[in-house]
């Protein structure tokens, strides 16, 4: 019997009631399960219509090659020459394999001794431009590049009488200055909530600059633009675009605002209008800070460097070469310290009046330095670094750590209020207060609020607090 569709001998053979043909049962369910019908008239045709048909079974024979010794030794010649030319081409790939392998490790090892070369060139490129720079338009004078800038270079008498008459008036009068009656007490700070929200389209803004009063605040954009926004008229009153790249820091001088810039350039400006450009930094200009004076402020950059300008002059007083490039600066509150951090996370504080090294705090983190801010009593000075959740409060008597705060959130703004009670940190999520009572010896936190805030500052007589979110949104809180 054979199957009517393969036309071999069926291993379960059935019968169609309607043909009589015999088909391979799997076949031919196969074929009635797609079509209904039988194959050989076309008929309709279900599986009750087979019939299973009864024989005996069959065993295959064995192929002609496998019946005699001399069939077989010669299958087991052809396997073994099919193996061999299989391993011969296994062989031939791993070769060539091996081959392409050498190449792309030689080409890699190549890659990186280029690679490692031109760091090592980039490093010393930058490290001899960090030492000698040359100036671009340099205020009042009106040079183009043309002058060399000197290292170093000493501050005037006059400079230097002033900066000394500002230091004994403030320190004099330090220690004996009294908490003002409408000072915010901590019980107040407690029941601060955002009361307001105001959009300033400032969607890069890193920081934020409050005025003497504590009524105005300084913020800048990565597209060049700044803002001041008005505290009690709840408003920018200013916004504007100085031109000089992204906006990295900015600082309040007397009535004027100074920025520092990615390009370099330190910008002072009235109202939102640039007055003057300095051109002194060989790279970004990281941070500025306002001498207590009000006529001189710093500013410090990627080329180790920091620069004291006068304002009243529109000069460079000074520029001094560190062995770092420096993140953010502030002055003592007497004015006769600057405190620079650094990327490695440490502070260097710099005798403003020799402009030399007094003390360095070592790193409390491996990490750059986001923020300083000195404490009104003089003796304290807060840090805080890149990505750390603490902040680092050390003693200037001692030299050293004094303590370390826990705020809970990547700290990226702190700021002592002015009679030095209260230590405000933010980060990306949440804004603290810290308070530290005499009498006690002892830290608290009166407040902590979930505000998504880049920087934060203190409103006048601390009633309230101004946070710089990520969105580039204000955020005023109080009671």
């Known amino acids: 019997m054979l199957c009517a569709i393969s036309g ?5 053979p059935v019968a169609s009631r309607n043909s009589g043909n015999v088909f391979e049962k799997r076949l031919i369910e196969a074929y009635i399960s797609e079509n209904g019908t039988d194959p050989v008239n ?3 045709l279900t599986t009750d219509d087979l019939i299973e048909l009864k024989q005996a079974r069959a065993v295959k024979p064995r192929p002609p090659t496998l019946t005699s010794i001399p069939a077989l030794l010669s299958t087991f010649q052809n396997e073994w020459d099919a193996v061999v030319l299989e391993t011969y081409q296994l062989k031939q790939q791993l070769a060539e394999t091996r081959q392409e392998l050498s190449t792309a490790l030689y080409y890699n090892d190549s890659a990186q001794r280029v690679i490692s070369r031109l760091q090592k060139e980039r490093d ?3 490290a001899a431009l960090s030492r000698v720079t040359v100036s671009g338009t340099n205020g009042a004078n009106g040079t183009h590049g043309d002058s060399m800038q000197v290292d170093e270079e000493g501050l005037s008498e006059s400079v230097l009488a002033r900066i000394e008459a500002t230091q004994q008036k403030l320190s004099a009068t330090r220690r004996k200055r009294p908490v003002p009656p409408e000072w915010a007490s901590g019980e107040s700070i407690a029941t601060y909530e955002v ?6 389209s400032f969607t890069g803004a890193k920081s934020l600059a409050v005025d003497f009063s504590g009524d105005f605040f300084l913020c800048g954009d990565s597209d060049g633009g700044m803002g001041i926004y008005d505290l009690k008229n709840g408003s920018f009153t200013t916004k504007s675009n100085l031109g000089a790249g992204a906006v ?11 920025v520092a810039t990615s390009s370099g350039a330190v910008v002072l400006a009235l109202e939102g209008s640039a007055e003057q450009k300095w051109h002194q930094h060989a790279g970004a200009a990281t941070a500025v800070a306002a001498h207590p004076c009000g006529d001189i402020f710093a500013s410090v950059g990627v080329d180790k460097s920091y620069v004291l300008y006068d304002v009243q002059s529109g000069s460079v007083l000074t520029q001094v070469y560190t062995d770092s490039e420096l993140t953010s600066v502030t002055f003592h509150p007497d004015g006769h310290l600057l405190a620079l951090g650094t990327a490695s996370g440490s502070i260097k504080l710099y005798d403003v009046k020799t402009s030399q090294i007094a003390h360095t705090f070592p790193a409390a983190a491996n990490a750059p330095i ?3 801010s000195f404490s009104e009593n003089g003796t304290w000075l807060a840090s805080a670094h890149d990505g750390q959740t603490s902040v680092t409060i050390w003693d200037l008597r001692k030299l050293s750590q004094l303590t370390s705060l826990e705020i809970g959130t990547a700290v990226s703004g702190i700021a002592w209020d002015y009679t030095g009670q209260y230590l405000a940190a933010c980060g990306a999520g949440a804004v603290v207060v810290s308070a530290y009572d005499k009498k006690a010896k002892a830290w608290s936190e009166p407040l902590r609020k979930a505000v998504n805030a880049m920087d934060v500052k203190w409103g006048a007589n601390a009633q309230s607090l101004v946070a710089l979110t990520n969105e580039g949104a204000v955020d005023v809180l109080r009671a």
């Open 248 to 258: 990295l820091d900015g600082t309040w001088v007397r009535d004027k605002t100074a």
């Open 370 to 372: 986001s923020s300083l």
């Open 42 to 44: 076309g008929e309709e």
């Open 8 to 12: 071999e001998s069926p291993q379960q």
């Open 195 to 200: 009361k307001e929200t105001i959009e300033s």
């Open 124 to 126: 010393d490129a930058r």
